[in-house]
C-alpha cells in the first residue's frame, strides 16, 4: 500500500522512466547541433577531392611552365617581347588623332620587312607643318634641331600613352622624334629577334642620317629598348667606325639575364629548383642576350643613363650597376652620367617622361640649349 500512494503521489512514474524522459531530452537538445556537424562534415568531404584536384592541375601548371620554356625556347620570346598590338583600335596611319605635327611612314630595314615609323617636328613647327606631307618632314630634318630615335620598350606599339607622352614631352623641347614600331611590333612585318632589332635601327639611323645634313642624332632607349641602343652603336661604333652623337638610357639593365632574374614575373620561380638552368639559361637558347653592360665597355660616345628610384619593374641598382661599368671603362668619365629620380615623385618605370625638368636635364647633358 506504502508504495502504491509513493507510484501515485509521482503520478505514476518510476526513476527508469524520469531516466529515459531525461536522457530523450538532452538527445532531442543534441540532435540539432549534431545534424549541422555531420552537414558541415559533408560539405567538407565533398569539397575536399575537388580542392585537391585544383590544387593538383596548379602545380602541374607551375611545374609545366620551366619544362616547357627549357624544350621550346620560343616561348620565352614571346614573355620578353609581349609584341601585342595594344593599345586596340589604333589607326597608326593617322597619327595626328593622337599627336600634333606627326606624319606616319614606314621603312623598308631588309628584303621583307617593313617598319612603321611616327616622325613628329619640334612644336615651334607644328604650325607650319600643317598639311604637309612627307617630303616636307623630311626636309626638315635638316634644320638643326638635334634628332632622337626612339627604341620603345616591350609590349604595346609606339601609340601607348606612356610614349605619345615622351614624343609630346620631346617635341615641346625643339627635337624631332622618329618612334618606330620593331619587326613584328604594331604595324610592321616580321617577326621579333634581337638581330633583326638591330638592322631596324641602323636602317633608320642611315635614312635619318641622309636627310639631317649637321643636327645631332642620338638613341633614346627605354626598357627592352635600352639594349637594343647599346647594341646599335656597338655595331654602329665597330663595323662602321661610326659613333651616334649621344645615347640616352631610361629604366635600363645590365642585360636581359640579370632583368629576367628580377622583373616580377620571374618572382614565383626564383625558389624553384633549376630556376637558373629552365628560365635564365633558356633566353641564350632563344638568342637573347642584350648585353648592356658588354656594350658600355666598347663605347666612348656619350652616355645618359635615367633611372626611378621607384621602378618596380626593372630594379634600380641595374641601372647603377651599368652606370658603374661604363664610367670604369669609358676613358673621358664626363662623357658618362646618371640621374636619379627620388620615389617621391612616382615615376616609376614608364613616367621618366612625365617629369617637367626631363628636356631641360637632357639638353644639359647634351650641351645645346
Known sequence: MW??????????RSDGDRAWEEFSSQAERRAPAERRAR?????WLH??????????????IYISVPILIRLFPVLVTKFVYLNLAFPFFVDFHRPELLLNNTINLYLV????????IWHTVPS?????ARG???????????DDHPVIIYLHGNGGTRAARHRIQFLKTMSAAGFHILALDYRGYGDSS?????????????????WAKARSRNSIILFWGHSLGTGIATNAARKLQEERGVQVDAIILESPYTNIRDAAAHVPITKIYRQFPGFEYFILDSLALGDMFFRSDKNVQVLSCPLLILN????????????????????????????????TFPKKLGLGHDHISFNLELPALVKDFLNIK
Open 3 to 12: 508504495r502504491r500512494r509513493r507510484e501515485d503521489g509521482d503520478g505514476g
Open 39 to 43: 552537414e558541415e562534415r559533408r560539405g
Open 47 to 60: 569539397w575536399c577531392p575537388r580542392l585537391r584536384t585544383v590544387l593538383l592541375v596548379l602545380l602541374l
Open 109 to 116: 630595314t631588309e628584303p621583307g620587312v617593313t617598319v612603321g
Open 124 to 128: 615651334s613647327r607644328g604650325a607650319e
Open 132 to 142: 604637309k606631307d612627307q617630303h616636307w618632314y623630311e626636309e626638315a630634318l635638316g
Open 190 to 206: 616580321g617577326h621579333p629577334t634581337e638581330n633583326g632589332f638591330t638592322t631596324d635601327v641602323l636602317a633608320l639611323y642611315d
Open 308 to 339: 626611378a628610384e621607384d621602378d618596380a619593374i626593372v630594379p634600380p641598382h641595374l641601372g647603377r650597376k651599368l652606370f658603374e661599368t661604363a664610367h670604369s671603362a669609358y676613358k673621358d668619365k664626363t662623357k658618362v652620367k646618371l640621374i
